[in-house]
């Protein structure tokens, strides 16, 4: 899925981490792109493909939102003192209305906001897709699954049949 240059560093478009288990958990309504607060190093770690956002979540501080528990790993090439700490938060980019939209959602409805997918933009910048989701039920997540295996099926069947 994602594009690797020869020298090991992803290019543009270039998905660096995905959360798969938040599409299965979450009923997802709207989706957001965000820039991120990073330090160099970061930077350098994101493009050798090297970031984790399975547990991560995204929420609010002092009115802004946030991304916690995203693991980015130090940069190996980097010196002692310009490493960065692999789980800290890191702010999230966003316009001020996108924010308020989400904040309120939050607060008032019981959404959740979860991070989907971690990549770089044809520009090269580090961003993250977020989603205003509300938790499934387990029977819902026994729909889901249903469906999914009879989407399965229904393509085995059609290309047996020609």
């Known amino acids: 899925m994602s594009k690797k240059k020869k020298s090991g560093l992803l290019s543009t478009?270039?998905?660096?981490?995905?959360n798969k288990r938040a599409r299965f958990d979450y009923a997802l309504e709207d989706k957001f792109e965000a820039g991120m607060m990073l330090h160099g190093t970061e930077v350098k770690?994101?493009?050798?493909?090297?970031?984790n956002i399975k547990e991560a979540y995204v929420g609010p501080k002092?009115?802004?939102i946030w991304l916690f528990n995203a693991n980015i790993p130090e940069y190996q090439q980097a010196s002692q003192a310009l490493q960065h700490e692999p789980k800290r938060p890191r702010k999230l980019l966003l316009h001020?209305?996108?924010?308020d939209k989400l904040l309120g959602a939050v607060s008032r409805e019981g959404y959740a906001i979860v991070p989907l997918r971690l990549y770089f933009n044809a520009r090269g910048m580090a961003k993250i897709e977020i989603a205003l989701a509300k938790g499934k039920r387990q029977y819902d997540k026994r729909e889901t699954e249903k469906k999914r295996d009879w989407d399965k099926q229904k393509g085995r069947i059609m290309r047996e049949k020609g």
């Open 13 to 18: 478009n270039a998905t660096v981490a995905d």
């Open 45 to 51: 770690s994101l493009r050798h493909g090297q970031a």
């Open 62 to 64: 002092n009115g802004e």
């Open 96 to 99: 001020k209305r996108e924010v």
